[in-house]
């Protein structure tokens, strides 16, 4: 017997398959020819993506510096390209393993589909990795079709043989009896005419078939997330705000966790029993919701009194609302550099009450408002730092 390729799925079945040969030889005399023979290893499946994402998790990364990590790490694979259809059914357990990456634990606090958005529209870009492989796949099995249509080689024949309705619907293929077709399309072939219609991506050029491209026409049609209250062209630009370069990254994921929902405030942990109240730890009068620990509480309005010396040369305290805490929109006619150092303050602001309200909660410990206001000065030094850094570098 010449030419047998055996494929097996994990370590087990090697070895199942070892003896198999060996009590083969034994009944019939005959020898695998060792010298011969080879194995290739054609996937190391989804252990491989966990152990690299978890060497990350070692490190305190905001959710900006981990999506980041993520999605360089994802651009370098590339087996993935190759042996696609391999991948597709990984897509679950890699999700799951990168989500657990970004919390830090196996609750997700948003929504999948609103983090894959771009920060523009209110997410925060995390690789949406079942999209990603399938595209992968589908541009893999597209570039063969139509460049190794003149070749006539395996990968062009093969996708013939198992896609050509589609092909034929796209108009980049004709009937032609003498080509024998399969009508029993195995799952990952069905996946790719239910990729192309459910992203609406029929009319796009064979040349544009790339990856890279697919995914971004895909991101492109992302709808902006809602803020309610706010009209569509406002929303625009407090996602613009939260995700302003102006910002650290700790800032940026704190004020887009504020509006998301992300924050472990008590409402949130109550619905999910994990917490038995749902009272705000500093007044216990009224519900912990983000509008209530940035804005509504007294200790809030407090802070920001005392911050009233600060915030005068950017904004007047009178004309601060909550939008302008939560949003980034101020009031009146401001220049450009002083609505960055008002936002830049207010987001300092945030981070020092919520260090506060950590602090109460984990270690019983009470700040008093000149901590809070030393705090939130010294993390506005290190803004200022940054500026004048990055000033030298230019
Ligand atoms: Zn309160």
Not at 20 to 28: I, L
Not at 61 to 72: M, P
Request: proline share 4%; glycine share 6%; with cysteine.
């Amino acid at each position: 017997m010449d030419n047998v390729t055996v494929f097996c799925a994990d370590q087990p079945s090697v070895r199942a398959l070892v003896q198999t040969c060996e009590d083969f030889s034994k009944a019939s005399g005959a020898k695998v020819n060792c010298g011969k023979s080879e194995t290739l290893l054609l996937w190391t499946g989804t252990s491989s993506v966990r152990q690299k994402i978890g060497l990350w998790s070692l490190r305190d990364l905001t959710i900006e510096g981990k999506t980041l990590v993520l999605r360089r790490y994802f651009q370098s694979c590339s087996t993935w390209p190759k042996h696609g259809h391999l991948w597709l059914r990984s897509a679950g357990p890699i999700t799951r393993a990168v989500f657990n990456f970004i919390w830090g634990s196996k609750m997700d606090r948003v929504k999948r589909s609103v983090m894959y958005k771009a920060p523009c529209k209110g997410g925060k870009g995390v690789p949406d990795i079942p999209n990603l492989l399938r595209s992968f796949f589908v541009c893999n099995c597209i570039r063969q079709m139509i460049m190794g249509k003149e070749k006539d080689s395996v990968g062009s024949s093969m996708s013939r043989f198992f896609l050509l309705p589609l092909w034929r619907s796209l108009g980049w293929d004709k009937w032609d009896s003498s080509y024998p077709y399969n009508w029993n399309t195995p799952w990952f072939y069905l996946d790719v005419t239910k990729f192309v219609r459910e992203h609406q991506l029929e009319e796009v050029k064979p040349d544009l078939w790339k990856p890279k491209t697919i995914h971004k026409l895909i991101r492109a049609k992302d709808a902006m997330e809602s803020i309610p209250g706010l009209p569509a062209d406002t929303v625009k630009v407090v996602w613009g705000n939260v995700s302003s370069d102006s910002l650290s990254n700790k800032h940026k994921d704190m004020s887009w966790m504020a509006i998301r929902g992300g924050l472990p405030l008590r409402t949130f942990m109550h619905a999910r029993n994990l917490c038995r109240y749902r009272h705000c730890p500093r007044c216990i009068i009224y519900e912990e919701t983000s509008l209530h620990t940035f804005w509504d509480c007294q200790f809030a309005q407090v802070l920001l009194d005392a911050l009233e010396h600060e915030l005068k040369d950017c904004v007047p305290r009178n004309l601060l609302t909550h939008h302008a805490v939560l949003y980034g929109l101020f009031q009146g006619t401001h220049t450009e550099g002083a609505i960055q150092e008002a936002w830049r303050l207010i987001n300092c602001f945030k981070d020092v009450l919520w260090y506060f309200t950590n602090c109460l909660i984990l270690r019983r410990e009470r700040m008093t408002i000149q901590d809070c206001h030393r705090l939130v000065h010294s993390l506005f030094r290190d803004y200022n730092i940054r500026d004048s850094l990055e000033e030298e570098e230019d």
